[in-house]
């Protein structure tokens, strides 16, 4: 295995907080660990990647490598003072993760940049499908369902023949969970099934910030995932006063046949915010649904497949 490929946790950390008490960063590797120059006559220097995912969140900021099978695009842009991403990137690839945390070139890309300061940018879905395109800084419309990512390293000085750099992506979208009880007088056997309103579509993320602007109004309902009496949802950020319409299929009390119920559900404080996922516990009564508390978590992570990873609830 190439030694510019092995990055400990341990050293990504510290790279990362280097990075945080800094506005200009210089990284530089010192030659002999491979030539990356052997089929590059121009001598420029050879970038490569790796790539851990957290989310947005201060309180419950946690991170972890990138699951493998991730598809990423990458930017570099000539650094300059002012909104760099809205004009032509002077590098720009399409990315894998060959390995949790790996990122490898698309059919065998490799980025080379001559000596001076980048502004450099990623998106991802945290899926295996190729990340929306973006034109003057802003994305083509995005959808609900999707773990929007994005991640920004500015000023990052370019100056020796191989350079790694570690990318930390934010949660650019919002998630639902709901965790499912019986109330009074109700043995919960399963949980069948749960629709969502979420926000309508078409918002378009800034590259140069990685901001969705949230909807202020609802899209038709959609099925949200379920784990046993979990069920979780990806949605585009959200801003309103309006309540969500939730429809839970449950199986109770050992009868043969399901219940539905259909309830509105506030939004906290009126906002779905970027980065934030909610965990909302709903108990079902005889003739309702309703809703304990809500707080903010750690994000349900997806593995390779984009099936949602529900967390163990304590």
Same mark, same amino acid.
């Given at each position: 295995?190439?030694?510019?490929?092995?990055?400990?946790? %341990?050293?990504? %950390?510290?790279?990362?907080?280097?990075?945080?008490?800094? +506005?200009?960063?210089?990284?530089? $590797?010192?030659?002999?660990?491979?030539?990356?120059?052997?089929?590059?006559?121009?001598?420029?220097?050879?970038?490569?990647?790796?790539?851990?995912?957290?989310?947005?969140?201060?309180?419950?900021?946690?991170?972890?490598?990138?699951?493998?099978?991730?598809?990423? /695009?990458?930017?570099?842009?000539?650094?300059?003072?002012?909104?760099?991403?809205?004009?032509?990137?002077?590098?720009?690839?399409?990315?894998?993760?060959?390995?949790?945390?790996?990122?490898?070139?698309?059919?065998? *890309?490799?980025?080379?940049?001559?000596?001076?300061?980048?502004?450099? *940018?990623?998106?991802?879905?945290?899926?295996?499908?190729?990340?929306?395109?973006?034109? +003057?800084?802003? +994305?083509?419309?995005? $959808?609900?369902?999707?773990?929007?990512?994005?991640?920004?390293?500015?000023? =990052?000085?370019?100056?020796?023949? /191989? %350079?790694?750099?570690?990318? @930390?992506?934010?949660?650019?979208?919002?998630?639902?969970?709901?965790?499912?009880?019986?109330?009074?007088?109700?043995?919960?056997?399963?949980?069948?099934?749960?629709?969502?309103?979420?926000?309508?579509?078409?918002? &378009? @993320?800034?590259? *140069?910030?990685?901001?969705?602007?949230?909807? #202020?109004?609802?899209?038709?309902?959609?099925?949200?995932? !379920?784990?046993?009496?979990?069920? /979780?949802?990806?949605?585009?950020?959200?801003?309103?006063?309006?309540?969500?319409?939730?429809?839970?299929?449950?199986?109770?009390?050992?009868?043969?046949?399901? &219940?539905? *119920?259909? %309830?509105?559900?506030?939004?906290?404080?009126?906002?779905? =915010? #970027?980065?934030? +996922?909610?965990?909302?516990?709903? !108990?079902?009564?005889?003739?309702?649904?309703?809703? #304990? =508390?809500?707080?903010?978590?750690?994000?349900?992570?997806?593995?390779?497949?984009?099936?949602?990873?529900?967390?163990?609830?304590?």
């Amino acid at each position: 295995m190439k030694k510019y490929k092995i990055v400990s946790l %341990v050293v990504f %950390v510290y790279i990362v907080l280097l990075f945080a008490g800094c +506005s200009k960063n210089t990284i530089i $590797f010192e030659d002999g660990w491979e030539n990356p120059n052997s089929n590059n006559p121009d001598g420029k220097a050879l970038v490569t990647f790796n790539a851990a995912v957290e989310d947005r969140n201060l309180l419950t900021r946690t991170m972890a490598p990138m699951k493998k099978g991730i598809q990423n /695009q990458l930017y570099a842009f000539t650094s300059t003072n002012g909104d760099g991403a809205k004009g032509i990137p002077y590098a720009e690839g399409l990315y894998i993760t060959s390995a949790p945390g790996v990122l490898t070139g698309n059919d065998g *890309y490799k980025m080379y940049l001559e000596s001076g300061i980048y502004d450099f *940018y990623a998106v991802s879905d945290n899926f295996s499908t190729i990340p929306p395109k973006f034109t +003057s800084g802003l +994305s083509e419309p995005l $959808f609900n369902g999707i773990d929007y990512l994005w991640w920004h390293s500015p000023e =990052q000085d370019i100056m020796s023949n /191989q %350079v790694n750099i570690p990318i @930390m992506y934010l949660h650019a979208a919002t998630q639902v969970v709901f965790e499912v009880s019986g109330g009074e007088g109700i043995i919960l056997n399963k949980l069948v099934s749960a629709m969502i309103t979420p926000p309508e579509t078409g918002a &378009r @993320m800034n590259l *140069y910030t990685g901001i969705i602007p949230p909807a #202020s109004i609802y899209d038709k309902a959609d099925k949200m995932g !379920i784990n046993g009496l979990l069920a /979780q949802y990806i949605m585009l950020p959200l801003k309103t006063t309006s309540p969500m319409s939730l429809t839970l299929e449950v199986m109770v009390n050992n009868e043969s046949t399901s &219940r539905i *119920y259909s %309830v509105n559900v506030p939004v906290p404080n009126g906002e779905l =915010q #970027s980065g934030d +996922s909610y965990l909302f516990n709903a !108990i079902i009564d005889e003739n309702s649904v309703n809703f #304990s =508390q809500v707080s903010i978590k750690s994000w349900t992570e997806v593995d390779e497949t984009g099936k949602p990873l529900y967390p163990t609830l304590k």
